[in-house]
């Protein structure tokens, strides 16, 4: 059984940063993409970043130039550096990774909170 962990999470002023780690484990094969997703109170999961097992990386219009995606394939884990951040960011913020032979797996996610 595969599993991936958030950590990272936590409660800063606007402006400020944090950085989001996520490790997947279990025996994995390979990882296809690595993913973070946020879901703020009363809205729908949204796609914040991805980043191919070559390195393409994805931003959603919103973090893009304040977010960045990087992952280390040695280690299995993926990060999310977060910049610049503003209320709106606050979310729970979870990992998805498309993993060989486990296909899609979900972190338990990690809070952000964003003070103004």
């Known amino acids: 059984q595969a599993q991936l962990v958030e950590s990272g999470g936590g409660l800063v002023q606007a402006g400020g940063s944090l950085r989001l780690s996520c490790a997947a484990s279990g025996n994995i094969f390979s990882i296809i993409t690595m993913d973070w997703y946020r879901q703020a109170p009363g809205k729908q999961r949204e796609l914040v970043a991805s980043i191919s097992s070559g390195g393409t990386t994805n931003y959603a219009d919103s973090v893009e130039g304040r977010f960045t995606i990087s992952r280390d394939n040695v280690r299995n884990t993926a990060y999310l550096q977060m910049t610049d951040l503003r209320p709106e960011d606050t979310a729970i913020y979870y990992c998805?990774?498309?993993?060989?032979?486990?296909?899609?797996?979900w972190g338990q996610g990690t809070r952000v909170t964003i003070s103004s």
């Open positions: 998805y990774a498309r993993l060989i032979p486990w296909g899609d797996v």
